[in-house]
Structure formats: structure tokens, C-alpha cells
């Protein structure tokens, strides 16, 4: 019996020690090398997330300094948008422009965009359209003579050296059949605020031949313009 007692106490820790063997081969021998844990602090990094940061924004110096969308009506006391030929420019057609400045501080030559929208005056005609200097009223003549960067000592300006497309702002446009157009131009100076205060209409294109340049025909009419 003492024997038995011995084998049986001699076996016993063997018997442990084979077994703790076994448990460590099972651990070490799951999953899949390489493959990071959904806890890993680097798994689904796309590579530090810096494209996210770039400036999808554009330049971001150009600002609005005049919007205007108004509709035309006869000439009242505060009307904002006025025609004077209701066959060429009806009562309730519509006029839309923004002006925009580089706004980005050179002085030199910050730059200045203009676009014009019109929306039901005669179909399928050539209109000429300029900045003028003085508001709208009741008279056509009210709104002044063409605002130009700068000015022609002699007025009314028709010098090509001073009436032309870089020293005054000109929108000519076309008409198609239900007398919609658009025109844009930019410039490479800014506005004296006070001296640009309206934009005008006219009954043709604008002309550009000495003693004639920038006229345009008749003004049908006007929209009050207030620049910032």
C-alpha cells in the first residue's frame, strides 16, 4: 500500500505539468497574424486623416459689394427699378446684378466683376447697358451720364480714349424669344461709391467710333444701385 501511496503522489504533478503545457500551445496558435483587434488604435487609419483639412473653399477674397433683383415699374416716388418704354421693357420684367470686388488689397489693380441678368423685356434684341452716375428718376436723363474710372473733362463723353470698355462698365446684351440675357465684365479698378448709383438700359448696342463711343440709343430704363 505504501508503494501505491508513492507512484500515486509521484504521477500527480507530472500530470499538471502536461496540462498546463496543452492550455499554452491552444493560446499562442489563435487568430490570424497580423489582422489588428477592433480595439487597435491604428486600425482603419487612413493615413492620419490630413486630406480632410484642405481649403475646398476657393481664393476667398472676392466679396459682394451691390446685389440688387428688382422688377421694372413705371416711374413712383421710391421705385427702384423703372421703365420708361413699357413695349421694349415691360412692367414687370426683372433685373438681377451683383457687383464684386477682388477685395484682396491691392491697390494697384484690385479688380472688379460685374453680372447682369435680365428676365422678360423684347424678345431677340441687342441692348446696350452701362454703370451711370446719378440715381433713377422720373426723366431718363436723371440717372447722369456713364460712370467712368477715369473721367472725360469733357461731358457728355463720346472720346474713345475715356468712353470705352475698360475705363466705363459695359453689359450688352441678347435677347432670346421670351427676352431673357445675361452679360459680365470685369474690370481692373474699383468704384467711388457715391459716383456709381445706377445702371441703365439702352435701346442698342454700344458704339465705339470717335464722336459716337458709348452711346447706345435711348435709356428704356434704370434700377437704383447702392455700392457698399
Known amino acids: 500500500m505504501a508503494l501505491k501511496r508513492t507512484l500515486a503522489a509521484l ?12 492550455t499554452d500551445d491552444e493560446d499562442t496558435g489563435g487568430g490570424e497574424p497580423g ?17 480632410g483639412d484642405e481649403d475646398a473653399g476657393g481664393d476667398g477674397d472676392e466679396r459682394v459689394i451691390a446685389q440688387i433683383a428688382e422688377t421694372f ?12 418704354d413699357e413695349e421694349m421693357v415691360p412692367e414687370g420684367a426683372r433685373v438681377e446684378l451683383t457687383i464684386a470686388s ?12 460685374f453680372d447682369l441678368e435680365v428676365y422678360g423685356l423684347h424678345g ?14 422720373a426723366d431718363p436723363d436723371d440717372s ?15 472720346d474713345p480714349r475715356y468712353a470705352n470698355d475698360d ?28 459716383e456709381m448709383r445706377s445702371l441703365v438700359i439702352h435701346a442698342e448696342h454700344t458704339k465705339t467710333a470717335h464722336g459716337e463711343a458709348g452711346t447706345a ?7 437704383d444701385v447702392e455700392l457698399k
Open 35 to 51: 489582422v489588428p483587434s477592433p480595439t487597435d488604435p491604428g486600425a482603419g487609419d487612413g493615413g492620419g486623416g490630413e486630406g
Open 73 to 84: 415699374e413705371p416711374y413712383s416716388d421710391g421705385a427702384a427699378a423703372v421703365t420708361y
Open 124 to 137: 431677340d434684341h441687342d441692348f446696350g447697358a452701362h454703370m451711370h452716375t446719378d440715381p433713377c428718376g
Open 102 to 113: 477682388g477685395g484682396d488689397g491691392d491697390e494697384d489693380e484690385p479688380g472688379t466683376e
Open 217 to 223: 440709343g435711348d435709356r428704356l430704363a434704370c434700377a
Open 11 to 22: 504521477t500527480l504533478p507530472l500530470l499538471l505539468i502536461a496540462g498546463c503545457g496543452g
Open 144 to 158: 447722369g451720364p456713364h460712370y467712368q474710372d477715369r473721367k472725360d473733362p469733357e461731358q457728355p463723353s463720346t
Open 167 to 194: 475705363n466705363e462698365v459695359w453689359l450688352d446684351l441678347r435677347t432670346d424669344s421670351r427676352g431673357d440675357g445675361d452679360s459680365d465684365t470685369d474690370v481692373d479698378w474699383t468704384p467711388r461709391p457715391e
